[in-house]
């Protein structure tokens, strides 16, 4: 056998055992990875690529430079060799700002001395995992803000989206102003950036009013070229605000308490509970009472504590209480904004007969009736005194006598 003849049988048998190890790399994204390939003899040419892009490469060298005629467009300017004097035989590639859609199955090949034609060397599986999801908790009302952040400032636009929301999104930002074509309608004025420039990558969200209904999972992605890389996503869980407790006593006047974030226009009112079905306790717009649906037991005994809603405040004040008014009231508003109703809060009211401990006063009947028993046990009293005194005083008389 010839000198070269053993020479292409070795390195045959190299390439066809290297070939057979398939190794799998884990990244996430932003981060950049180094895809380890090293041939024997001295190469003259070199091609990374990927199965799904057919034609097209990840990198070609050849003649000491990269030849970018048909490399895949997502590659530009993110691929280079670990060393390009491709010493000790090495043609690792470095990836660098890896994304989601950078997954997949890569081949390094090359065309070497005395073997004039490509042969594979190795294939590494890049595994890229997504984020890890974070939690974020509100309650309803507050302004709540999305945090997301891009590794790098190579991007022309974001999308903020929800799963449940089909093609809807929550809000498209793109050539330094929103999209608003195909925004779903519930987030309409009330979704904007923390950094509109988006500087060093900030793209987190702010989200006005959450509402119960905004619960979900976010996903946060960068335009890129034609395409969309994921960043972050986010479950936000959205919880009532506090259920308050008033207790009351039957005759009372009391108010339960609602105020909505100042500068938010209010179009209407209403206060309702549960057990009451289709009927409320109050309704209020067009700067009036609204009868119509309400409950009979609620007629003339019920009022807004300031009809103006200044500052807000859109308690309501329940005149002259009774034991049937115990049970949990909801007051809602319709925003003049989103022209949408929207949870404030509910309120549950304990009603106590007068003069029951947990009551915020004794009924002035009461009162007296209790006075005129502690009055009468004093002049019970004094008249006992009182015989006692004259049995005495006769028993003693007599003594004298004799």
Known sequence: MSAVTASLCSTLMFVLFVSADQKTITAVPGEDVILPCRAL??????????????????????????????QHPSFKNRVDLQDRQMKDGDVSLILKDVTINDAGTYGCRAVMQEIFSWWLIRTIYLHVVPPDQKNITAES???????????????????????????????????????????????????DLQDRHMKDGDVSLILKDVTINDAGTYECRVVQGQGLEIISSIYLHVVPPEQKTITAESGQDVTLTCRVPQGKPIRAVKWS??????????????????PDDQHPSFMYRVDLQDRQMKDGDVSLILKDVTINDAGTYECIVFMAETHSWKYINT????????????????????????????????????????????????????????
Do not use: M
């Open 347 to 402: 309120t549950y009211l304990h009603v106590v007969p007068p003069g029951q401990p947990g009551g915020h006063r004794v009924d002035g009947s009461v009162g007296l009736l209790i006075g005129l028993n502690v009055f009468a046990v004093f002049l019970v009293a004094v008249v006992i005194v009182f015989v006692i005194y004259r049995k005495y005083e006769r028993e003693n008389g007599d003594f004298n006598s004799y």
């Open 273 to 290: 509970r549960a057990d009451l079905g289709d009927n409320d306790v109050l309704f209020y717009r067009d700067e009036q009472l609204d």
């Open 41 to 70: 003899n001295k190469i003259i040419a070199l091609r990374w690529s990927r199965a799904d892009l057919g034609d097209e490469y990840v990198l070609l060298y050849r003649n000491g430079r990269f030849v970018p005629d048909d």
């Open 141 to 191: 009302g507050q302004d709540v803000t999305l945090t997301c952040r891009a590794p790098n400032n190579k991007f022309i636009g974001v999308e903020w989206s929800r799963a449940d929301l089909g093609d809807e999104y929550v809000l498209l930002y793109r050539n330094g102003r929103f999209d608003p074509g195909n925004q779903h309608p519930s987030f309409k004025n009330r979704v």
